[in-house]
C-alpha cells in the first residue's frame, strides 16, 4: 500500500496549478497531464449525457438502419435479407391507402389551421388592453393533455342527434351527422381536433415574430396612402414570410407523423378511411394481426425519414431567395 | 473586460426594451377616429368571444359535465347549469375508478423524467459549454444530428432496445426507466441550456478555478445556481411532456399498474359510467391547466417553442 500509493499521495494534497485560461494544446497530453487538468472529472460529468444518448438515441438510430435490411422476430438471431422489408412495405396494398390519408391529414390541416392562426394572430397584435387574455385563451387547448383532449371530442363527436355536435349543428336545422363514423367525414373530424390542439401553438409564435415587425414602414405605406389591407399584405406578411416557412414545414413534418388521433378516435377505421402511415408502422411492429415485423415497421420509418428529408430540403432550397 | 460588460448590457437592453410597438398596423391617429375605433372593436370584440367559445369552452363544459349525473349530461350536453350537481363522480372516479393510482404514476413518469432530462441537459451543457474536452464537438455534433431524425425512426428500434439493453442485457419493460431514461436524451434541452451557459461571464468560472474550485464544484455552487432561468423552462416543459405523452408508456409499460392516465384513460373508458370517466378526464386536466395558469409567461413568451413543435 506504501508502496504503491505514495506517488500518488505526494501529487494528491499539492493544489492543483492555477491553470492558466487552458490553452488548447496543439501537442498530445500524457495521460497523467490529462488526469491532472481535470479530464477524468470532465468525462465523469459527460457520463449522463454519453450514456443516455448513447444508449437511447445514437444506438437505436444505428439499429434501425441494420434492422431495415434483417428479419428480426425476437426468437432466431435476426438474418440478413437483403431489401425484402422494403420490398414487402412497398407491395402492401395498404400503403398507397395510408399514403393518400396522411397527405389528405396534412392538407385538410393546412387548410384548417394555417390561415386561421396568422390571422388571429395579426388581429390580436392590434389589441392595446388584455392582449394576455388574447393569447392565455388561444393557447389554453395546446395545455389539455392529448390523450384527454381526443377523448373529450370522441364524446362531442357522438352521432345521435343529442350528440354535442350534432346538437350545435341542430341549432342551424342541419345534421346529425355521423362525423367518426362516415368514411368521408372523419378525416376532417380528427383535422378540427387537431387543429383546436395545436392551433395556440401557432398563434403564440406569430404574435413573438409581429413584435419584431418595423413600424416606420407602416408609416412609409400610409404615406403613399395604403389602407389597412395593403399595409398587412405588402408590409406586415412580408416581414413574417421567414416564420411563416418554417411554421408550414414544421407543420408538414409534424402531420406526415400523425398517430394519437387516428389511434384513438377511430382505430384507423372506417374502412381504413384514417389509416396513416404511422398507423400502418405500429400495427406491422405492435398490432394484434400483423404484429412482429420490426423490420418492415423500421423500413416504412425510414423511408417516411427519408422523404421528409427530401422533402424540407428541397423546401428551403426553393424558399430560400425568400425567406431572408 | 469587454466580454464581461457585454452580456450584462444586452439583458439591460432586452429588459427596458417595450414590449408593445409604440404602434401597430393600424396608426395612433386613426384609432381615434370612430369608425375605425368601432369596426376594430367589433373585430376584437368578436375574437375574444370566439376564442372564449372554442378556447375555454371546451375546458368549461369538461368541469360541468365532471359533476352532472350522465343522463342530464346525455340528454341536454349543451345546458349550461346542472340540475343536480353531483360532486361523488370526483370521488368516484378518484377512488373506485382507481384514478388516484394513475395519478401517482402520471406524476412518479413525470417527476423521474423531469430529474433526467436536468441531469443530462445541465451536465450535458455544462461540458460542452464550460469545460470544453476535445471529444467536446464530436459530442456536440451527435447530439445535433439526432434533432434531425423525426421519433418515428426510433419508435421500434428503441422499444426493442428497452427489450434488451446492450452489454448488459437486462429487459426495462414495465419498469418506469424505460420512460424516464428515453426522455433525457434530448437534444433540444441540451442546446437550450448549453447556449445559456455559452451567455454566463466566464471571468467567474476562472476566479472560481483559480480559487480552486473543482469542476464539480464549480456546476453545483457557480454555474447552476445562476441558470435558474433557463432550469425553470426545461423544468416547467419537462413536466408537461411527461404528463401527454402516450404511445410511448403504451408499449414500454404494458401492465396497468405502472400505466400513467394517458394511457388508463382510452382503456378504461368502455368500463366506466360516463359521469365518472369525465370526471377521470377533468381530473387528469387539473394539473396541466394549473401549470400553465402558473408559469404563463414562461408558456406565452415562446421559451419552449422547440417543445411545442416536437410535441
Known sequence: ?324 | MAANTRTPSVARRRATRPELPARGIVSSHDRRRPSVRGSLGILQGGLLVALVVVGLGPILWLAKAAVTPTQETLRDPLGLFPTGVDWANLATAWTRAEIDHYFVNTLIVAVGAWFFQILVATTGGYVLSVLRPRYGNVIFGLVLATLFVPSVVLLVPLYLTILDLPIVHVSLLNTFWAVWLPMGASAFNVLLVKRFFDGLPREIFEAARVDGAGPFRLLWSIVLPMSKPILGVVSVFAVIAAWKDYLWPLLVLPDPAHQPLSVRLPAIAPYLELDVFLAALAISTVLPIALFLAFQRLFLSGAGLGGAVKG
Not at chain 1, 491553470?19 to 465523469?44: A, E, V, Y
Not at chain 1, 425484402?84 to 407491395?91: A, E, H, K, M
Not at chain 1, 391507402?97 to 393546412?110: I, Y
Request: net charge positive.
Open chain 1, 1 to 324: 500500500m506504501t508502496t504503491i500509493s505514495s506517488p500518488l499521495r505526494a501529487t494528491a494534497p499539492a493544489p492543483p496549478p492555477p491553470s492558466p485560461p487552458r490553452p488548447h494544446h496543439s501537442r498530445r497530453r500524457t495521460p497523467r497531464q490529462w488526469l491532472r487538468d481535470g479530464g477524468l472529472s470532465t468525462l465523469i460529468i459527460a457520463c449522463p449525457m454519453i450514456l443516455v444518448f448513447g444508449v437511447f438515441s445514437w444506438f437505436p438510430i444505428g439499429r434501425a438502419l441494420v434492422m431495415s435490411v434483417q428479419e428480426t422476430n425476437l426468437v432466431t438471431a435476426p438474418a440478413f435479407v437483403g431489401l425484402d422489408n422494403f420490398v414487402f412495405v412497398l407491395q402492401d396494398p395498404l400503403l398507397g391507402k395510408a399514403v393518400t390519408n396522411t397527405l389528405w391529414f396534412a392538407l385538410l390541416a393546412l387548410v384548417f389551421g394555417y390561415p386561421l392562426p396568422l390571422a388571429a394572430a395579426v388581429l390580436m397584435s392590434e389589441v392595446r388592453r388584455m392582449r394576455g387574455l388574447f393569447s392565455a385563451l388561444a393557447y389554453l387547448p395546446v395545455v389539455v393533455p392529448p390523450v384527454v383532449a381526443v377523448l373529450l371530442w370522441k364524446f362531442f363527436y357522438d352521432p345521435s342527434d343529442t350528440g354535442v355536435f350534432n346538437t350545435i349543428a341542430g341549432w342551424v336545422g342541419l345534421g346529425p351527422y355521423p362525423w367518426l363514423q362516415d368514411a368521408t367525414s372523419a378525416m376532417p373530424s380528427l383535422v378540427l381536433e387537431a387543429t383546436w390542439a395545436a392551433a395556440g401553438g401557432t398563434v403564440i409564435i406569430y404574435l413573438a415574430a409581429l413584435v419584431g415587425v418595423r413600424t416606420e414602414l407602416y408609416e412609409a405605406a400610409e404615406v403613399d396612402g395604403a389602407g389597412v389591407w395593403r399595409k398587412i399584405w405588402h408590409v406586415t406578411l412580408p416581414q413574417l414570410r421567414g416564420v411563416l416557412f418554417i411554421t408550414l414545414i414544421l407543420q408538414v413534418i409534424g402531420t406526415a407523423q400523425v398517430f394519437l388521433e387516428p389511434f384513438l378516435f377511430t382505430g384507423g377505421g372506417p374502412n381504413n378511411a384514417t389509416l396513416t402511415v404511422l398507423m400502418l408502422i405500429y400495427d406491422y411492429a405492435f398490432g394484434s394481426s400483423l404484429g412482429g415485423n420490426y423490420g418492415a415497421a423500421t423500413a416504412l420509418s425510414l423511408m417516411l425519414a427519408g422523404v421528409l428529408a427530401v422533402l424540407s430540403a428541397v423546401y428551403f432550397r426553393v424558399t430560400r431567395p425568400w425567406s431572408s
